[in-house]
């Protein structure tokens, strides 16, 4: 049905994007600005840029129970809470209204609302480059990427440009240099580290993080004022976010619509154009149901959930998921792990300390296996290493703190002694038998099918586990570190929330579900630009990947759409 009082033709677009997070923030804009009259649906509420920032300038001593969640958060949100604090909850979802399957342990976290995740994510913004592209190729693990980094090299200058990313070049071919603002400053403790490690090391590099934080003034937005509130909403416009910066762009073109509350409950496939001709939904609030056309369609709802719905959307042509004709639609889940590690106390630089708090740490830029070839280790692939340096505070110290009154005052209030904490962000195999599918009876409150997630990390994950502990062990011990703590806390998949994979670019229709362009081989006005086109998880953060692949195929799709040939 349409919405009432309504023709079809006032229920038609050029473009329909489903999710408002990273990647479809930047579908959405690219669309708008190339003249698409373009229909953004979320799930979840509208959020406004800074009008629904509730927590954003609030103390720790204004929440009631601090920064600390209560025993009900953890019972209510079981999943949500590894993750949320009391400052940015309410961009999580509610695990008791959102249930899954875990057929193994698997932390789906999920943020439900206009610009999703984007007001969430960490911001780390690194390219990746050849080694990565060629991984599959070369060691014959999965399929071959259909694009390398020269095909993407523009696009992500052009994402860079437009984001504002701080950080510094390093001249690494396994880490491309990029367009920066001005980086971010070690403080002296990890330059201590960082110097150590290329002492004793050549080939290893570590520099301060490449982030979506702003270090000037850009776009109009930031610059960064150094609070590390970023998860709960920024006033200041000092990080990209799709509601700071990509939604109001593709608003002030006047060809945007935006449609909170909108679950996409199916893509529809029309078998005479062999085209997608539309989606239906569900409004979220009245159960209602509504379906919109339109001659392009992006598919951007985030890993998991875009591939649910692909795989919900049957008609006669594809009765196992919208184009689903290789067969590898739900296939292939990947996470990074980010478990493994080690941490230390070094007792020098007490005479120093730093200004704010910077959101963000250091990273060691992948070293291992660096021509895609086992090396001196016994797993395929890579890590690179992600932490930061700080001095203990009085949180740190409180607990073995004796006495009272002014020397008390005292020994509370002075600094602790240095400390880094360090750990490894590993690649993950793209493994067939890690797959989401759909529950066959169990469903949710809008009577759609439960997701059903079936992950873990494998021989290879466990091995480059076990070599990040030792590597990040020595390199701290050489550094002059005391009391040196390596550690492995066994998160389960989805606790990095860099879920990647299960509808999979390829150059074969057969063995892959899009193309070079982010197009469905089978459905040609049917694109994906979210993590579920991952062919592999690479070790880098994947969020910019995600908009350059955006950008390029927006571009492309417009193009074609120009042409009449889509």
């Not at 008609?315 to 292939?332: A, Y």
């Not at 992600?386 to 703190?401: A, M, V």
């Not at 703590?485 to 990647?500: D, I, K, L, V, W």
């Not at 994979?501 to 229709?509: F, N």
Request: charge should be neutral; include cysteine; hydrophobic fraction near 35%.
């Amino acid at each position: 049905m349409y919405i009432k009082g309504k023709l079809k033709s006032e229920n038609s677009y050029d473009a329909i994007v489903i999710g408002s997070g990273i990647s479809g923030g930047w579908a959405a804009m690219e669309l708008c600005k190339q003249g698409l009259r373009t229909l953004l649906l979320e799930k979840g509420r509208d959020v406004k840029h800074i009008t629904d920032y509730p927590t954003a300038n609030l103390n720790p001593w204004d929440f009631k129970f601090g920064m600390n969640n209560t025993i009900q958060d953890q019972l209510d949100d079981p999943i949500q809470s590894t993750s949320y604090n009391p400052g940015d909850k309410h961009f999580y979802i509610r695990d008791k209204e959102n249930p899954y399957i875990q057929k193994q342990p698997f932390t789906w976290l999920r943020g439900s609302q206009v610009g999703g995740k984007s007001l969430l994510w960490g911001r780390q913004c690194y390219r990746w480059s050849n080694l990565d592209f060629e991984a599959n190729l070369k060691d014959g693990f999965g399929v071959d990427w259909p694009i390398r980094y020269e095909d993407l090299k523009p696009w992500y200058d052009y994402v860079e440009s437009y984001i504002g990313v701080s950080g510094k070049n390093e001249n690494l071919s396994q880490l491309p240099d990029g367009v920066f603002l001005p980086p971010m400053e070690l403080n002296c403790i990890e330059k201590h580290l960082a110097e150590s490690i290329k002492r004793n090391e050549e080939n290893r590099i570590l520099t301060i993080a490449r982030i979506a934080n702003l270090t000037k003034g850009w776009d109009g937005r930031g610059p960064c004022v150094n609070r590390n509130l970023c998860s709960r909403g920024c006033p200041f416009g000092g990080y990209f976010s799709s509601n700071s910066s990509t939604i109001p762009a593709a608003l002030a073109t006047g060809n945007l619509v935006l449609r909170p509350f909108s679950t996409v409950s199916e893509v529809i496939y029309d078998e005479a154009s062999k085209k997608a001709s539309g989606v239906r939904v569900i409004d979220t609030l009245t159960n209602e149901e509504h379906v919109f056309f339109a001659k392009i369609i992006f598919v951007n709802a985030s890993t998991i959930s875009t591939t649910a719905l692909l795989l919900h959307s049957t008609s006669n042509r594809f009765p196992e998921g919208l184009g689903n004709d290789s067969g590898q639609l739900g296939h292939n889940l990947m996470d990074h792990h980010s478990s493994a590690g080690a941490s230390g106390t070094h007792y020098g630089y007490q005479d120093k300390y730093y200004k704010g708090r910077r959101p963000c740490g250091f990273l060691i830029a992948r070293f291992e296996n660096l021509d895609n070839n086992r090396n001196n280790s016994d797993f395929l692939r890579g890590y690179n290493i992600q932490g930061h340096g700080e001095r203990q505070g009085w949180s740190d110290k409180f607990i073995d703190l004796k006495g009272y009154g002014k020397d008390f005052k005292k020994e509370l209030s002075t600094p602790g002694p240095w400390t880094v904490w360090m750990a490894g962000w590993g690649e993950c195999l793209p493994y067939f038998d890690n797959k989401i599918s759909l529950h066959a009876t169990q469903k949710d409150k809008w009577g759609l099918p439960l997701v059903s997630i079936d992950f873990s990390f494998k021989e290879n994950e466990t091995r480059m586990m076990i070599h990040i502990q030792k590597q990040a062990e020595e390199m701290l011990k050489a550094a002059g570190f005391e009391n040196v703590n390596g550690f492995n806390y066994h998160h389960p998949g989805g606790s990095t929330a860099h879920e990647m994979g299960t509808a999979r670019m390829g150059k074969d229709p057969k063995t892959s579900v899009l193309n070079n362009f982010n197009q469905m081989h089978a459905v040609p006005n049917v694109f994906v630009t979210d993590g579920s086109c991952m062919t592999s998880s690479a070790s880098q953060n994947p969020s910019l990947t995600y908009m350059a692949l955006t950008a390029r195929a927006s571009r492309y799709a417009v193009e074609k759409l120009k042409k009449n040939e889509l």
